[in-house]
């Protein structure tokens, strides 16, 4: 599928692309948007920790990939893009941490099992909701990827192209033009009122989701303490030795 180009006036000023930025960002709270990245902070104290994430997200995807592949609803056969797929890369990262037989070894957490019933469950009864999943889920991987694969890469001392591969979109050069022409086919899409509404409902109850997987990570406030202080140490170290 082809994304248009960036045009002057950003479709995020408008439609469904202006109601979900606006309707999910309202409705969060600060506690809420605290513990996302207190949350993702605790993720990357540990590789166990991580691995965990990474797991959780692993069978996330797998519904989700899932249900959009069995899927017939127009919203979700026109916002489903190949470069945003993130499955197989899952599947790199779940071996590397796990080993090859992880399908046999590695089962869904409470949290993961939530999430994923409500994925199956909307697939079934509601499919244009997936529409929420994936903008939750597929433009904020995009949108903080590479910073946050960055992040976990130095404070788990990981080397490049290993353990990360989620983070990583390497069939998307240009993803401000991408996400602006996700953002134009989203506003183009044949909804009623009622259902744009419903999505940004679901958009705020991912949210939620992902939270909840936070909150089953390993560690507490002082091992995110000690990320946080060793990710701004190794920040200033680079500083420096890039003024030498």
Do not use: C
């Not at 990710?231 to 890039?242: N, Q, V």
């Amino acid at each position: 599928m082809e994304i248009s180009t960036v045009q002057k006036t950003s479709a995020r000023s408008e439609g469904l692309a202006l109601a979900l930025d606006d309707g999910t960002r309202k409705s969060h709270s600060v506690a809420e948007n605290t513990q996302f990245v207190t949350g993702f902070f605790k993720g990357i104290s540990t590789k166990s920790s991580f691995s965990q994430l990474v797991a959780s997200l692993y069978f996330v995807y797998d519904a989700m990939e899932t249900a959009f592949d069995t899927a017939s609803d127009p919203s979700v056969k026109a916002l489903d893009f190949p470069e945003l797929r993130r499955l197989e890369t899952l599947e790199q990262d779940m071996v590397y941490y796990f080993g090859a037989d992880f399908k046999a070894t590695v089962q869904p957490s409470s949290a993961t099992k939530q999430y994923v019933d409500r994925i199956k469950e909307i697939s079934q009864t509601s499919p244009h909701l997936l529409v929420a999943h994936m903008y939750t889920r597929y433009l904020g991987d995009l949108f903080g990827g590479q910073m946050m694969g960055g992040m976990a890469r130095t404070s788990l001392k990981l080397q490049p192209g290993f353990g990360t591969r989620f983070y990583e979109f390497d069939d998307i050069k240009n993803t401000k033009a991408f996400i602006e022409g996700w953002y134009t086919k989203l506003n183009q899409l044949e909804l009623t009122e009622a259902q744009e509404q419903a999505i940004v409902d679901e958009g705020n109850l991912v949210f939620t989701y992902n939270i909840d997987l936070f909150n089953e990570l390993e560690g507490g406030k002082r091992m995110v303490f000690k990320t946080v202080f060793k990710l701004f140490k190794d920040a200033l170290k680079s500083k420096f030795r890039g003024k030498k």
